[in-house]
């Protein structure tokens, strides 16, 4: 008999309770992820609940005692207590130390089973629903239960060698830079792996261009890239890529045709297959629907090292909630669990509301929908813009959240929309003050140098007169 075969008998069940009875400890662990509906029948329903859901710790005792009392009320029919007498002789035996072990060690196992078995039971009515994602995600759930009761912990003093391993290769492999320089310092080399990214903005601020940028700088340093659009459709997404790569204004690439095969066909040669590009109609995809993407890409053997999704809040929750800030939190933790599951770096995007959009330097009060949604997010940066900025392709990055570095930092940078490209500026914008007390002290100085000129040049002119006088008056005096 397998070891999932055994966790899930009888026999195991017993020892399961027996050692919840026995231990405390272990008994307030296992109770929180374990439910009624794991236990085969409902003798074993009825001692799980009862040492469970108790107010205070049972012992064999106090258990006999609950048993007797249900028997009293009724709750334990006669042709049951026979039944319930051999359970309760099996369960309050102590559990032998070779034992327990083993029921720790297999306890996850029994929560996964179960829980996988009771989620098969509830697909059938879903699948005549034609409910398909919400099938997955409840597998999904049923698979991951347990799963942190089978984790022994990170053995800090034991893994030094490892870890100094892995820290002296994971600013290679692990970090994916932005190719804006300050950002990228802000952030020690960029966003990791396993993280989520966040661009707030409004309308027109360039919220997907920016995704774009950074799809196209992790694709040229070698990372395969998948990039979820939830608003513009493949094509659209693609001529923006083919403008960005082949620096080709978007309303010119039938113009430039040559330039444009040639520059995606070097790209190809060089990185093969390593951006894909997957349209979904907005309220349509949930978080299980890109996962799913995924594993099926992974299974060819494109795994992929970044993941855009354009954007958050056209993303549907993987099942109904009563309000939109549940709804909203949901999704983003979501998206927080895909990029600790597949080992990714995730970069999305999310609106400002009204009062945001208006503000030439928005802030979270700014932020559309839950707030919350920053909260979970590893790296937030806010883009923003004044009038005068935008018209002269200027944009201010202000970097509100940053777990890998220092954050409340503002980066400048220039902007083209024409050709999808971002700048960082040599030298930020300077402040309007300095700017206009700069003006007047040029202004100030430019007619200091005129009535300086003035002055000279009259002087100069006076000077000349009397020099004309008295050589007139000298030819004079000659004269006589």
Known sequence: MSDVEFAVTEDYQCKVLAYMLQNPEFCDVVRDHMQVEHFNNKTLQWFFTAIAQSG????????????????????????EIGKFIQTFDIV???????????????????????????????????????????????????????????????????VVAERIYDRAHERVHRKIPSAIPDLDALTFGGIKQGQMGMIVGGTGRGKSIFLQWLASAALLLNKKVVYFTFELGKRDIA????????????????????????????????????????????????????????????????????????????????????????????????????AAEFDVAVWTATQLNRAGMVSETPDEAGMAGYVGKQYHADIVLWLAQTKEEKEEELMRIWVSKNRNGPFGRTIHLETNYSYMKFYERSVAKPDETQAKATKVLKKSTKEAKAKKAAKDSAAAAEIKDDLATALLNAVGKDDD
């Open 92 to 158: 309050k035996e102590r559990v032998l130390p070779v034992e327990e072990d083993y029921i720790k060690d297999k306890v996850g196992m029994f929560i996964r089973a179960q829980s996988v078995k009771q989620a098969l039971m509830d697909s059938v009515e879903l699948a005549k629903a034609e409910q398909w994602d919400d099938i997955v995600g409840m597998m999904q759930e049923a698979v991951a239960a347990g799963m942190n009761l089978d984790d022994q912990g990170y053995d800090y003093l034991g």
């Open 239 to 338: 001529d923006r890529f083919d403008s960005m790569f082949a620096e080709v204004k978007p309303q010119e690439l039938n113009d430039y045709q040559t330039q444009v095969l040639e520059k995606i066909e070097n790209l190809h040669s060089t990185y093969g297959k390593s951006l894909l590009i997957q349209h979904y109609p907005a309220d349509t995809a949930t978080i299980n629907t890109l996962k799913e993407f995924c594993r099926a890409r992974s299974q060819e053997g494109i795994v992929p090292d970044l993941i855009i999704i354009d954007y958050l809040d056209l993303m549907k929750p993987h099942r109904e909630y009563h309000s939109e800030h549940a709804e909203i939190d949901a999704i983003t933790k979501g998206i927080i669990g895909f």
């Open 56 to 79: 205070h710790h049972l012992t064999p005792v106090t258990l006999r005692e609950e048993m007797i009392r249900a028997a009293n009320a009724k709750s334990i029919k006669q042709e």
